[in-house]
């Protein structure tokens, strides 16, 4: 069983930066590809940026390209967001999630997910 805790959310004004943290409990951490998704109100959840295991290999989606980046400490059993230059339209509770195996866009891929963390991004 892998637990993930999110944490960094909080109130930012435009333009401004945020770093999610998201903690796994789990020996085996170093294996596991850790993602990143969004899901704002009266929306679907969306894919946000993903990182694989050994190479950390990254992938985003294109509204976060160039601005979010995603990087991971296995040695603290940690994956973070870096987010800059936000905009109101980021607004959205942010979750993390792993999986076994190579990274995937799609959430259904994901066997584990966090709890979330609120992300508000004033104009």
């Known amino acids: 069983q892998v637990q993930l805790v999110e944490s960094g959310g909080g109130l930012v004004q435009a333009v401004g930066s945020l770093r999610l943290s998201c903690a796994a409990s789990?020996?085996?951490?170093?294996?596991?590809?850790m993602a990143w998704f969004r899901q704002a109100p009266g929306t679907e959840r969306e894919f946000v940026a993903a990182i694989s295991w050994i190479v950390g290999s990254t992938y985003y989606a294109d509204s976060v390209k160039g601005r979010f980046t995603v990087s991971r400490d296995d040695t603290k059993n940690t994956v973070y967001l870096q987010m800059n230059s936000l905009k109101p339209e980021d607004t959205a509770v942010y979750y993390c999630?792993?999986?076994?195996?190579?990274?995937?866009?799609?959430?259904?891929?994901?066997?584990?997910w966090g709890q979330g963390t609120q992300v508000t991004v004033s104009s």
């Open positions: 999630a792993a999986r076994a195996g190579a990274p995937s866009q799609l959430g259904g891929a994901y066997d584990y």
């Open positions: 789990v020996r085996t951490f170093s294996t596991y590809a």
